[in-house]
Each structure stands twice: as C-alpha cells, then as structure tokens.
C-alpha cells in the first residue's frame, strides 16, 4: 500500500516517514515578527513535532487525500481486489469481515456489496474520519463499523472474523512492514477455516541495462556544475530507486527470491536471505537489478491477481531498483549469480535494509561485489 516513492504512500496504516519538521522560528527585530500569542502556539506547536516518532509521520502521511486518490486510480490494484470480492459472493454471504488498514473504506464497501453481514474496518490514520462520512453518505453505516486505531492495540466487538481483507503491499513488497500486522489480526481474529485476500505473493529479481538512469542519479554527482560532489554518490548508491522500467531494458532472465503464503508465514519468514541466478538473454551491460512482485488470490473460485513486473500494467508500486557501482558486461548465455538479504531496519523498523551479494565470472567481465543499501 504505497503511494508516490519520495512524496507520499499509499492506503491505511502505510506511508512515507517524514521528518519533524523544524520548530518555527521568530522574525528578528525590523522583519515580520511574531505576536505573543504566535509564539505560544509555535511553542506549542515545537514541542508537539519534538514528541512525534517516525511512526507518528508514518501514521499521518496517510490522512492525506492525494495518496488514497493515487491508490484508488490504480485499477490494477482496486480492480483486482473488486473482482476477487465481488466474484465470489458465497464466501462473502453472511460472514463478518476484518479490513486491515480500511483507507478511504473501498474494500470494506465492495465487502458489503457482495453480501457480507458486517465489516469491520480498522485504521490508524486521520483519513478514516473521512472514510465514516463515505460510508454513510453510500448507505452502508449499518453494516459497516470503523475502528481508529493500530490493529496490535484495539479489541473488536467480535471474537473472530471470517474473512480479512487488507491491500498491505509496499514498494519491494515488504516496505513499511504492514504486512505484519495483517498477520497479527489473523492469529488473533480468524476463525479457523476463514480466508485472507490476497493470500500468496511472490518477489522477484532480474538484471538491467540503465546507462542514461544511472548517469542521471549516480553519476551525477561526480561533477556538478564543475564541483565534486562525489560524497553524496555513494549515499545514492545504497538507496534504491522506484520508478518504471522500460521493460526493452531487462536484460536476464528473473528467479523468484521470495513467497509468501499469508496462510502460514510468520514474521521471521519476512526477513529472508534468498539465492539467484539469472541468465543473460542478449550480451548487453548490467547496471543494476530490479524487483518486483506478484499478488494472487487462490482461495476463491477462479484465482487471480496482478503483477507489478516491467512487462506488466502499471502500478503505483512500479518497480525497485538497486543500481551497481560498476557496470557488467555479460554475453547472451552468461549467468549472474548472487544473493539478496532483507530485513527491517533496527532504528526504523517500516524502513528495510537490504543486501546483494553478487558474483559474474563472464567471458568480458568478472564481478565479486557485496552492496548494502536502505530502503527508507
């Protein structure tokens, strides 16, 4: 559930951490200074940012409109989740649903029209205050219960649920660690037997040719405007750019480095260390890897999902880029081997630290790298 990389996320409890802004400063004497009362309220307002953690910004990055609105445009995403919940009404008749991280209340409401008995939608951020007034203004206030709150904290009127439905995917799918209070709500609330939608995901990673990108980010730095600003180079380096890739620029194969069934997984299988090996499909250069992933809802009556790979329709989650120091030369036939690792990051755990180890011993070129970098 992520919006915009760099200006803002995406549904529920989901979004970009944001820094506290700076506490507001007076005017010195001969500018536009500031009343008495002004400055009680910028006071007060300092010591209030100074108090707020980055999950506080996290939570509130998600009261604003325009990242629902990128997320509802989306129709790969909502369209997918309105044919999965709405095809299959049987399992929806009747039942009582959980939607974790409810946003604007979309998937609660397709809950309803497929027949559900009661939802209950649960969500941390200022935006279900506007999600109460949508409800009601479609008429579902009756079958539909808004909850404010962080699903590891509140209580539900019900001892368990049927069904839950979350969008709880982030950029490189694991980002902003929703998928871990998804996870919580489904040991705690669902009943033995119940469904979660979507259910399995897959990542994935292949290899790219980038040369003007990477000049345009990396290399940038190493002369602006005649000045050697290579220093911020190598803090560009270790993080990792979403954004679109062209899918004439995939240069290997892909291997899968991640599933996941919601059925059964824990936290600890969200942290992983996982093997590739990919194989060139032309001789070109490699200047960086990409990931992406696919979601799919098998327990219904005719699965279905959604991709995010290059070749695919977009998505706002577009794809994950992690650029090289050096490029590669492969030739077509050649293999890239390596290993990606991910966990979360100790001081922020919605931030991810990932890892590539990467080995190539081509006919033109021979790589042995290790890369660490932050996805923040």
Known sequence: MSGTKRNADSNGCNGTEKDAPPPTKKMSDG?????????????????????????????????????????????VRTRTYQLAILNNKHLFEGKIILDVGCGTGILSMFAVQAGAAHVYGVDCSGIIESAKRIVKDNGMEDKITLIKGKIEEIDLPVKEVDIIVSEWMGYFLLYESMLNTVLHARDKWLKPGGVIFPDKAVMYISALEDEQMKFERIDFWDNVYGFNMSVLKEAALKEPVVDIVDPKHIVTSADHILNIDLNTCTEKDLSFSSPF??????SDYVHAFVAYFECAFTNIHKPLGFSTSPQSKYTHWKQTIFYLSEPMTVCEGEEITGTITCKPNVGNVRDL?????????????????????RLR
Do not use: C, W
Not at 34 to 63: I, P, R
């Open 277 to 282: 090996r990919i194989q060139a499909e032309r």
């Open 31 to 75: 500018g536009n200074a500031t009343t008495s009362d002004d400055a009680a309220t910028n006071e007060q307002s300092s010591k209030k940012n100074d108090s707020l953690t980055s999950k506080d910004y996290y939570f509130d990055s998600y009261s604003h409109h325009g990242i629902h609105e990128e997320m509802l445009k989306d129709q």
């Open 353 to 373: 630290d990932i890892e590539l180890d990467v080995k190539f011993d081509g006919s033109r070129s021979k790589v042995d790298t290790h890369i660490e970098y």
